[in-house]
């Protein structure tokens, strides 16, 4: 082929998913891409199949009633709002407008996948902050930074680790990074994490800060693709020049501010994820697999060896239960397991330990 491709395009490793079908299995048990095991709330639903019935019209371009169910939720300025086909496209919309050749992109260790991905599409080069215990760093986040230095994506919670930075040390990092450096805050599982903001008070104190949120966790909208995002004004008339005018699908945003609006689904899946996740935390220590405490709807059980823990995934497998393995994400001795219901949890508990005493 004599096509050339743009520089950093082919150094882009294709997204692997978790998987969700079982060849020669009808019924698995997916716990392994950190959906609501609740699914949407009803009203979603409803609003979605209402938008079938005008699907010949083309959708909102302004996405101002999303926004505004968005902006009174969250006490937000709904101008100061952008809405994404998942918050994946607002990293591509950031990349693409300030970043490229030449210039670097920072993303830690055991950082998201796709932060590095939309670097490298925009043709920028990514730079790899290490992470300490699993948690990201600031002072080496800070130690990375030269002056080509464009954006840092920190995602917090982190995915696969579930940890959290303190709002201190987020707020330290904000204000110690150069002014002509975005921070880009990744704050998909937000709504999980006790008292966190996903950094909106940080990017009303710094025009530098941009805060990303998704409709595909706690909402239990991941096959809808809607995500937004907050930051300076500036910044959001920059990211609208990039961003396609039909972007979202009319029954994505009728699901999503549906879901926006409907609180009582959010704070009842909240209680519940915190309940079974501390539930499975324990049982799984009692069976030998420590895991850092969780704040998001997953957690990250160590084993012995990267061997046991191929083993135990290949076991669950057998068992009709998914699981995600994060080898590429540096940890071939963990597996990262999604909360599910309590007789989810139980399944995936109950079958862990066949596999353990399997070992003796
Ligand atoms: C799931 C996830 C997202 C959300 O992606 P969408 O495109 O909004 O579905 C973003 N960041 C992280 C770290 C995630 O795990």
Redesign the pocket.
Known sequence: MSIDVQPGIMDIALYQGGASTLPGRSEVLKLS??ENPLGPPPSARAAAAAAIATMHRYPSTDHAALRAAIGEVHGLDPDRIIC??????LFIFLCQAYVGPGLEVIHTEH??A?HKTSALAAGATPVEAPERARTVDVDAILGKVTERTRMVFI?NP??PTGTRLPDAELARLAAALPDNCLLVL?G??TEYAEGYDGGAALVDRHPNVVM?R????IYGL?AM???WGYAAREVIDVLNRVRGPFNLSGPALAAAEAAMRDREWVETCRAENARMRAWLADALAALGLPSDPSHANYIMPRFESAEVAAACEAHLREEGILVRRIVGYGFPDALRITVGTEDDCARVVAAIKTFREGRR
Do not use: C, Q
């Not at 994404?84 to 496209?89: I, L």
């Not at 998704?214 to 966790?217: E, G, I, Q, R, Y």
């Open positions: 891409s950190n994404g086909v998942g918050s994946d496209e950082g998201f796709l995602a982190g995915n990744d998909a599982y990303t998704t409709f595909s966790k991941g693709r809607v995500g």
